[in-house]
């Protein structure tokens, strides 16, 4: 799996979005799933179909030894996906 950042295209507007495409394997799943955090975007789009164009790739996909240092690494993400984009 790997972790993109993207550009999202939502009511024609575009949001910068950090995004993980892969197997959870920290929690143990094994499906492969794309999750988005869109950044400073607060409205309710669960179900609703986005367009998703992946312009940059963080990193590859990483067991975490728990939750919380996942969380972290999760926010490291968010910091250097802004400073990337200059958001």
């Known amino acids: 799996g790997i972790i993109e950042i993207l550009d999202e295209k ?3 507007k575009k949001f910068f979005t950090a995004i993980s495409i892969g197997v959870a394997k920290t929690f143990g799943d094994e499906e492969i799933a794309v999750e988005a955090h869109i950044l400073d975007f607060n409205d309710d789009i669960y179900k609703k179909e986005i367009k998703l164009t992946l312009i940059y790739r963080l990193r590859n996909m990483i067991k975490f030894q728990n939750a919380q240092d996942l969380i972290m690494q999760m ?8 400073k990337l984009l200059n958001t």
Do not use: F
């Not at 926010?75 to 802004?82: C, E, F, G, I």
């Open 75 to 82: 926010k490291n993400d968010v910091k250097l996906t802004r």
């Open 10 to 12: 939502y009511s024609n």
